[in-house]
């Protein structure tokens, strides 16, 4: 069993370079069976996320060409739709793709139910409203979500989406791509990661504007070539190194960063008394002085992102005053609390709120990481505990955060990863 164990303390000064975006990688490796021919992508994280999307590729007669540590070429041509190993698609939310893609390119998809972190129920109905608005026929049989176009092919609809879901909008777009005419997606996601996959497309010949707005437009075009995409910055990566910077104290360069992707997550810091600076592509973090409270809400980019929550109710567990965290998206997001509140904070849930009652110092104990972004949590606050922290269930970070523990040793943390 892995388990990582971080002694408290140590203020961190350094560089962190940032890696490519998880949520850009998975759509966009699943995006490449539209494809149908080799696309180089790079600045691909070396997370197991990742990891297994290519896998299922591979076992559904992808060619997958590694080019280093970062980059891979993937051939699509061969891919066979209908075949995706159900064992591994019950493990990644990424593999929802696999519907859009399938049915994108083939006019028919049957893929098992996805997994990924447990929020509580993680609905595809907007995904289905999408695919049904385009022509196709749904039909789950507990197992399998089984789509078929209708008409001999998808056809371009206007497709208004209840709620700005990341995964419906991506899907509409796959599902859109190679369509016969117009798609317009309405209360799209805005997320850099939708942008990210829009560019991917377009290089690949796609006819895509719009993303990045609430309103995303897919003029179908008869097919896609292959290109070599660069996949963006991961903007909770570097959300997570601020939020580490900004508990354990020091100086911290984050490098390879968007800094607009951030923006949130900067304004929450400085009025906690960090310290933060903008440039190109760095910011950098310094705390020196005592934390002050703040009141997160979470919400749809461009509000505060809900992958940064645990990160923030771990730094704001020590902060001078109380704060307030409420969650708009996803439902069960505060099973990390009931850890953080081993370690001696002092946190009251109420519904999609919890109340954050700073304490002077966290103590070190054995804790379980939840999901991936409770996990970065729980380093967070081990960072600055008194004592030794043990962190277990390190499997679920390693879905998305590539050498957690390398990058902040090398920033001087006393962190070590260790396996029985
Ligand atoms: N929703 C519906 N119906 C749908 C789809 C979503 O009601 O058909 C609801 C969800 O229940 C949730 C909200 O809409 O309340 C947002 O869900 P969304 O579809 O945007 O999330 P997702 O695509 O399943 C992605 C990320 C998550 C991230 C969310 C929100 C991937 C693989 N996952 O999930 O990332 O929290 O967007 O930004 O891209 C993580 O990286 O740690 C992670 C959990």
Known sequence: MKKIIVRGGKSLYGNVNISGMK??????????????????????????????????????GATVERLGNNAVAIDTKNFQNGTSPKELVSKLRGSTYLLGAELGRFGEACVGSSGGCDFGSRPIDQHIKGFVALGAKYQN???????????????????????ASVGATINVMLAAALANGKTTIDNAAREPHIVDVANFLN??????????????KIQGVPELHGCNYTILPDMIEAGTYMAAAAAAGGRVGIRGVIPKHVETVTAKLLEMNVDVEMYEDIITVSRYGPLGSANVKTYFYPGFPTDMHPQFS????????TSVVTESVWEKRFQYVEELCKMGADIAVDGNRATIYGVPVLSGTEVTATDLRAGAALIIAGLTAEGETVIYGVEKIERGYDDIVGKLRALGADIELVEE
């Open 23 to 60: 949520n850009a990688a998975l759509p966009i490796i699943f995006a490449s069976i539209l494809v149908g021919e080799r696309c180089v992508v790079e600045n691909l994280p070396p997370v197991s996320d990742v990891e297994l999307s290519l896998e299922i590729l591979e076992k559904m």
């Open 141 to 163: 049989d507990d197992t399998y979500n089984i789509l078929k176009a209708e008409h001999g092919g998808l056809y371009g609809a206007a497709v208004y989406l209840d709620i």
């Open 203 to 216: 290089m690949c010949g796609a006819r895509i504007t719009g993303a990045g707005t609430s309103v995303i």
């Open 314 to 321: 771990a730094l704001l567990a020590t902060a001078n005053g």
